[in-house]
């Protein structure tokens, strides 16, 4: 199972090219998804026009946006402005290449990896680039030379610098059961041992929780609070450059559905039939779907929070059950060993 | 500690909805039945014998509080007579752009000349289309659309009035 395969450079390049486009479809039906599924929590039916099933929706939305006026004000700092959306698109979308979805396939002499790049600290990689991503928040919002912008990307950053704390800290359990850092590990691990979101539930809860914070999801989306705040760090952002902040939030959260399939619930795996783990893809895509479906059902449920509740939730709750959490792992596992 | 179940009620609240069908009524293709008393276009109205009821009094002008209405009288002749009293509308147009729609040209006039219909579906792609002249108002009105039933929908007369 750990043997070192080589991957042809011509395979690998395709495949990239192939992956980042599916996670931008998977981007652009999960905001159709959305739509029709907060329409129907709402008694309505939500997209239905365009094509059957409204499913050419984001399609249009895309045509829109980009026939759209890319608006930037006079006083915009101007190769930054214009870096900051793309900055962030381009961490949410790196992100993914880390994520293993497949189980890996041999043609003949070639050799096809389960994932993009396999590197040993993808784990770390992802977090980084993460954080990375809100260099692209807080300048978006810096350079617009807006104090809206400049104080909503204030409002985003700390929200997002105190809930990946937390997020890191949920991680840290899973972690130390696995014995690695590398993601493709953490998964084989959990075939000999149980699914990680059995031991480690109150990790799974924090994780959602922080990640939902950390992409700016509701009930924790301050960042936009479309009913009662002005948009925030993309107040000055309108066509394919707003486009941008926006999808890379989706894609954030694709990512970070992927990131807690990985960890918790086994990837790509079947659970118990090992030799339908061929078709690893279809699994992984089935279970990243139920989380979306579950994020965007706690969306039109719950209710927004208040600032101060937020913060507190974050420093107070969320950060200490993350760091007990983590601390009675390592004391079990020390101790089991 | 209720924050806990009741927050997990409130997800079982919208899980359920995804089961009912949605009560949106899908507009173009089913048109909800305006009610009887549906303030919409206006139309001028003749009398049996083809005499337009507009006698070009201007009152309806005067009345409307979005100035949209103007009217440019003309005298009746034996050879040329459009309306039932001395005077007609040579011109009557109205800026359906600025009208509100309130209804005081209606009750203003005193020979029930202009009355509000039913159709809402008056949206235009030029401004210009939208100040309709004596010809439009007079024919009959091109989309005809369903009227709730009166004697289910009309409101009917409040107390204060009935017992006065």
Same mark, same amino acid.
């Given at each position: 199972m750990f043997v070192h395969h080589h991957?042809?450079?011509?395979?690998?390049?395709?495949?990239?090219?192939?992956?980042?486009?599916?996670?931008?479809?998977?981007?652009?039906?999960? !905001?159709?998804?959305? /739509?029709?599924?907060?329409?129907?929590?709402?008694?309505?039916?939500?997209?239905?026009?365009?094509?059957?099933?409204?499913?050419?929706?984001?399609?249009?939305?895309?045509?829109?946006?980009?026939?759209?006026?890319?608006?930037?004000?006079?006083?915009a700092k101007e190769p930054l402005y214009i870096i900051a959306p793309v900055v962030s698109m381009f961490t949410a979308l790196a992100a993914f290449s880390v994520l293993p979805w497949g189980p890996g396939w041999s043609f003949g002499h070639h050799y096809i990896r389960g994932t993009v790049v396999n590197v040993p600290i993808s784990l770390i990689l992802i977090f980084a680039l993460g954080s990375i991503g809100i260099y692209g928040f807080i300048v978006g919002g810096w350079a617009s030379e807006s104090k809206y912008s400049l104080l909503g990307s204030m409002r985003t950053c700390a929200q997002l610098v105190s809930y990946e704390v937390s997020l890191a800290l949920s991680v840290l359990g899973v972690v130390l059961m696995g014995q690695s850092l590398s993601l493709q590990e953490i998964v084989d691990k959990q075939q000999t041992t149980l699914w990680f979101f059995i031991p480690q539930a109150?990790?799974?809860?924090?994780?959602?929780?922080?990640?939902?914070?950390? !992409?700016?999801?509701?009930?924790?989306? #301050?960042?936009?609070?479309?009913?009662?705040?002005?948009?925030?760090?993309?107040?000055?952002? &309108?066509?394919?450059? $707003?486009?941008?902040?926006?999808?890379?939030?989706?894609?954030?959260?694709?990512?970070? &559905?992927?990131?807690?399939? !990985?960890?918790?619930?086994?990837?790509?795996?079947?659970? $118990?039939?090992? &030799? #339908?783990?061929?078709?690893?893809?279809?699994?992984?895509?089935?279970?990243?779907?139920?989380?979306? &479906?579950?994020?965007?059902? #706690?969306?039109?449920?719950?209710? /927004?929070? /208040?600032?101060?509740?937020?913060?507190?939730?974050?420093?107070?709750?969320?950060?200490?059950?993350? !760091?007990?959490?983590a601390v009675v792992t390592a004391a079990l596992v020390v101790a089991v060993k | 500690m209720a924050v806990v179940p009741n927050t997990l009620k409130g997800f079982g609240v919208t899980l359920k909805q995804i089961f009912k069908k949605p009560i949106t009524q899908q507009y173009p293709e089913y048109k909800r039945p305006v009610y009887p008393r549906f303030r919409g276009r206006h139309r001028l109205n003749r009398f049996e014998n083809g005499l337009e009821k507009c006698v070009g009094c201007s009152l309806c002008a005067a009345a409307c509080p979005a100035d949209c209405i103007r009217v440019v009288p003309a005298e009746n002749t034996p050879e040329n007579r459009v309306s039932a009293g001395e005077r007609y509308a040579r011109i009557y147009e109205i800026n359906m752009s600025r009208c509100i729609f309130c209804g005081y040209c209606e009750l203003a006039c005193p020979f029930d000349a202009i009355t509000l219909g039913n159709d809402f579906e008056i949206s235009e792609h030029n401004r210009d289309d939208l100040i309709y002249t004596k010809d439009m108002l007079l024919a009959p009105p091109l989309k005809q659309v369903p009227v709730a039933d009166p004697d289910l929908y009309d409101t009917p007369i409040p107390y204060y009035k009935d017992h006065a």
């Amino acid at each position: 199972m750990f043997v070192h395969h080589h991957e042809a450079w011509w395979i690998m390049l395709p495949k990239a090219f192939l992956v980042i486009n599916i996670v931008m479809l998977f981007f652009a039906f999960t !905001t159709w998804l959305e /739509r029709k599924l907060l329409g129907r929590m709402q008694n309505r039916y939500g997209p239905n026009r365009a094509g059957p099933k409204g499913l050419l929706v984001p399609i249009a939305d895309l045509l829109k946006l980009i026939r759209k006026e890319a608006f930037a004000p006079i006083a915009a700092k101007e190769p930054l402005y214009i870096i900051a959306p793309v900055v962030s698109m381009f961490t949410a979308l790196a992100a993914f290449s880390v994520l293993p979805w497949g189980p890996g396939w041999s043609f003949g002499h070639h050799y096809i990896r389960g994932t993009v790049v396999n590197v040993p600290i993808s784990l770390i990689l992802i977090f980084a680039l993460g954080s990375i991503g809100i260099y692209g928040f807080i300048v978006g919002g810096w350079a617009s030379e807006s104090k809206y912008s400049l104080l909503g990307s204030m409002r985003t950053c700390a929200q997002l610098v105190s809930y990946e704390v937390s997020l890191a800290l949920s991680v840290l359990g899973v972690v130390l059961m696995g014995q690695s850092l590398s993601l493709q590990e953490i998964v084989d691990k959990q075939q000999t041992t149980l699914w990680f979101f059995i031991p480690q539930a109150v990790g799974l809860i924090v994780f959602i929780l922080g990640g939902i914070a950390e !992409t700016s999801r509701a009930p924790f989306d #301050l960042p936009e609070a479309d009913t009662e705040l002005v948009a925030g760090y993309h107040t000055e952002y &309108s066509g394919m450059r $707003w486009g941008l902040f926006q999808s890379a939030e989706y894609i954030n959260m694709i990512t970070l &559905s992927g990131l807690c399939v !990985t960890l918790f619930f086994d990837g790509y795996h079947f659970p $118990w039939v090992h &030799s #339908l783990d061929v078709v690893g893809p279809v699994w992984f895509v089935l279970k990243l779907f139920a989380l979306v &479906s579950i994020f965007i059902w #706690l969306r039109a449920t719950q209710p /927004r929070l /208040r600032y101060d509740q937020l913060m507190r939730f974050g420093w107070k709750i969320l950060l200490p059950v993350a !760091t007990a959490n983590a601390v009675v792992t390592a004391a079990l596992v020390v101790a089991v060993k | 500690m209720a924050v806990v179940p009741n927050t997990l009620k409130g997800f079982g609240v919208t899980l359920k909805q995804i089961f009912k069908k949605p009560i949106t009524q899908q507009y173009p293709e089913y048109k909800r039945p305006v009610y009887p008393r549906f303030r919409g276009r206006h139309r001028l109205n003749r009398f049996e014998n083809g005499l337009e009821k507009c006698v070009g009094c201007s009152l309806c002008a005067a009345a409307c509080p979005a100035d949209c209405i103007r009217v440019v009288p003309a005298e009746n002749t034996p050879e040329n007579r459009v309306s039932a009293g001395e005077r007609y509308a040579r011109i009557y147009e109205i800026n359906m752009s600025r009208c509100i729609f309130c209804g005081y040209c209606e009750l203003a006039c005193p020979f029930d000349a202009i009355t509000l219909g039913n159709d809402f579906e008056i949206s235009e792609h030029n401004r210009d289309d939208l100040i309709y002249t004596k010809d439009m108002l007079l024919a009959p009105p091109l989309k005809q659309v369903p009227v709730a039933d009166p004697d289910l929908y009309d409101t009917p007369i409040p107390y204060y009035k009935d017992h006065a």
